[in-house]
């Protein structure tokens, strides 16, 4: 049973950090690429990064770029978002999604998705 | 970047009936385009990708069609527990990956 559990969402001050986990028990982890999509309250989806399934490559939207940085540790089957430098624009729930990887390759659609962590950058 | 456009923003369907939703894209994306349905408080669920597949354990009263620019999901005898908000989104040229904006289908 794939299940992806995020953690870490909170109320954070404006160029503050926080880092968001996501555990990902019940799937070969190390076998599939994941994201970090969010969604600010109200509002659509907005993707934020992805990890090749070893960690060796990585991209990230615009929004974020030179802010966010999306790592994994595949030994604990864990994905990581440290979000540094944080807007009040980055306000959302965070969710960490798998990639559809087939053979290692990534898909670029989500086939599971976590529950989602709220990251609230207010004063 | 590629811009998804979905229409209409709002569908008005009684149970039992069909629903027709639209995605475009700014420019062509072939067949790599995905949909996902979104009910209040849950995170998104995979039902179509590659423009008309259908994930694991999607009904078959979801289909997918389309090619290029121009994409369409249709639900065939709505029922109770597909009113959601549905998204499409497009995988063909990235980064960045984009959603549309979202079709809200709500029960007439």
């Known amino acids: 049973q794939v299940q992806l559990v995020e953690s870490g969402g909170g109320v954070v001050q404006p160029g503050r950090s926080l880092r968001l986990s996501c555990a990902a028990p019940g799937f070969i982890f190390s076998d599939s690429a994941m994201h970090w999509v969010r969604q600010a309250p109200g509002k659509g989806l907005e993707w934020v990064a992805i990890i090749s399934y070893d960690g060796s490559n990585k991209y990230y939207a615009d929004s974020v770029k030179g802010r966010f940085t999306i790592s994994r540790d595949n030994a604990n089957k864990m994905l990581y978002l440290q979000m540094n430098s944080l807007r009040t624009e980055d306000t959302a729930v965070y969710y960490c999604?798998?990639?559809?990887?087939?053979?290692?390759?990534?898909?670029?659609?989500?086939?599971?998705w976590g529950q989602g962590a709220l990251v609230i950058v207010s004063s | 970047e590629r811009v998804m456009t979905q229409s209409p923003a709002t569908l008005s369907v009684s149970p039992g009936e069909s629903a027709t939703l639209s995605c475009r894209a700014s420019q062509s994306i072939a067949s790599n385009l995905a949909w996902y349905q979104q009910k209040p408080g849950q995170a998104p669920r995979l039902l179509i990708y590659?423009?008309?597949t259908r994930a694991t354990g999607i009904p078959a009263r979801f289909s997918g069609s389309g090619s290029g620019t121009e994409f369409t999901l249709t639900i065939s005898s709505l029922q109770s527990e597909d009113f959601a908000v549905y998204y499409c989104q497009q995988y063909n040229n990235w980064p960045p990956l984009t959603f549309g904006g979202g079709t809200k289908v709500e029960i007439k």
């Open positions: 590659d423009a008309s």
């Open positions: 999604a798998r990639d559809r990887t087939q053979g290692h390759k990534w898909n670029l659609s989500f086939d599971y």
